[in-house]
């Protein structure tokens, strides 16, 4: 159950919330930086969208302060957690400047240009199953809604790699937490990427928007060729999990729009429809939505 405060705030270990004038302010500490992202210590996106849109207009503008690292002192796992925190806190400022400022400015700390230089890793190998996947794990309600989804798109799979790297995919290159992030399910229909971020009916955290968030942002820089596959890419003769039709969609433009779709039963009470609605004010033009797994199953059928 999440701790509030008198004041309605959550009590996190790495978040401090206010409120300054008409600004709803999210002072980030160091666990924030270089935790998970779905961690109630690192959701900062999660957070402040379901915050202010619930507020019923009491804030103008969502602040998030945050005292920069430097990285020759982070181990190398803490340095991944560091350099996907910068990414993400710049597109959120990026995609949402109406509402959202960084403080201090996150283009002083990440290299822009470098960024565009940035690749995916990609699968090397079948998704492998686990036989120690419990009965009702996410894992295993994975598998089950892949096999409804065969059939009704034009391509589809599961754990798609968005680990990101400069130039090449070496552990000493990574620019985020390395080849473990993975989107859940996904799927191209209609000029469409469709992305679904999985949550079986026990796991109702906020952070589900963070890491939604991030899986959209990154392959709509891969839409728009900021992110690209590595030159090893191309090299291959075997391809794993529909990669080699998504990069060929990629490559000739044929993938019109990203959407990233909440797929769970029970969502945190906060992620409302207001929280979706203000999610679909972002000007990269991602669009979000949420739907349950029964009704996924359903439309399936």
Not at 33 to 46: C, D, I, K, V
Not at 63 to 81: A, D, F, Q
Not at 157 to 171: S, T
Not at 182 to 188: N, R, S, T, Y
Request: aromatic share 12%; proline share 3%; charged share 25%.
């Amino acid at each position: 159950m999440e701790t509030i405060d008198m004041c309605g705030y959550p009590i996190t270990a790495g978040i401090e919330f206010s409120k300054d004038g008409d600004e709803l302010v999210l002072k980030l500490n160091k666990n924030s930086l270089l935790s998970n992202m779905q961690s109630n210590q690192s959701a900062f996106e999660g957070w402040s969208l379901c915050l202010f849109a619930n507020a019923d207009g009491r804030y103008r503008r969502i602040k998030i302060e945050w005292v920069p690292l430097n990285k020759r002192e982070l181990t190398h796992p803490e340095l991944g957690h560091y350099y996907r925190f910068l990414f993400r806190a710049y597109k959120f400022k990026e995609n949402y400047p109406a509402i959202v400022e960084i403080q201090p400015a996150i283009e002083s700390f990440l290299d822009i240009d470098e960024m565009k230089l940035w690749v995916l890793n990609f699968p090397k190998c079948e998704a492998k199953e686990s036989k120690k996947d419990n009965e009702g794990s996410e894992a295993l309600l994975e598998r089950e809604l892949l096999q409804k989804m065969i059939g009704h798109f034009d391509y589809c799979d599961q754990q798609l790699p968005v680990g990101l790297f400069l130039n090449e995919v070496k552990d000493a290159f990574a620019r985020s937490t390395g080849k473990k992030s993975q989107i859940d399910l996904w799927g191209v229909k209609d000029n469409m990427l469709n992305i679904y971020e999985l949550k079986n009916d026990v796991n109702e955290a906020v952070g589900i928007i963070s890491e939604l968030m991030f899986y959209t942002n990154v392959m709509e820089n891969f839409r728009r060729h900021i992110f690209n596959y590595p030159s090893s890419f191309d090299n291959k003769r075997v391809f794993y999990r529909h990669s080699k039709e998504l990069h060929e969609d990629i490559v000739n433009n044929s993938i019109s729009a990203v959407n990233g779709i909440f797929l769970a039963n029970n969502l945190h009470p906060r992620i409302t429809n207001r929280v979706i609605d203000l999610m679909n004010t972002n000007i990269a033009g991602i669009r979000y939505s949420k739907l349950s797994v029964n009704d996924f199953k359903a439309s399936l059928e």
